[in-house]
């Protein structure tokens, strides 16, 4: 697994309380349905030259990711941010283009997870 952090998600099955919704897969599930839109709003943001929204996305992205354990997905978004905020729109283009192909990677790993915790 890449950089998979087994710790996160045994935080969030640390809460679990019985007869409630798998917060573990209700974590993923976010990740998974919000992901696209984030990641279109930063390269829509990025045309737009509106370095706040991506700043704004990125942090969004960031904290989804870190639910999940996704630590390298947590440090791009993390330079993205920080890049946003000292306003360097190349540099956020440059990286933003790495996202979808780690957060692939990362569904893969979440969904084997998964499959080993059923």
């Known amino acids: 697994m890449r ?19 798998d917060l573990v897969a209700r974590a993923i599930g976010i990740f998974k349905t919000d992901w696209p ?18 700043r704004f996305a990125a942090h969004t992205l960031k904290s989804n990711s870190a639910h999940v ?20 729109a190349d ?7 790495k996202l979808n192909d780690l957060f692939s990677n990362y569904c893969i790993d979440l969904d084997r997870h998964m499959e080993k915790a059923a």
């Open 69 to 88: 354990g996704a630590t390298l997905l947590v440090d791009l978004c993390a330079e993205i941010e920080y890049a946003a905020r000292d306003e360097n």
């Open 37 to 54: 839109n984030s990641v279109f709003t930063i390269e829509q943001a990025l045309n737009e030259n509106d370095l706040k929204t991506v």
């Open 3 to 21: 950089n998979l952090d087994p710790q996160a998600l045994q935080a969030l099955a640390d809460l679990q309380r019985a007869g409630m919704p």
């Open 91 to 97: 540099f956020c283009a440059n990286l933003a283009t």
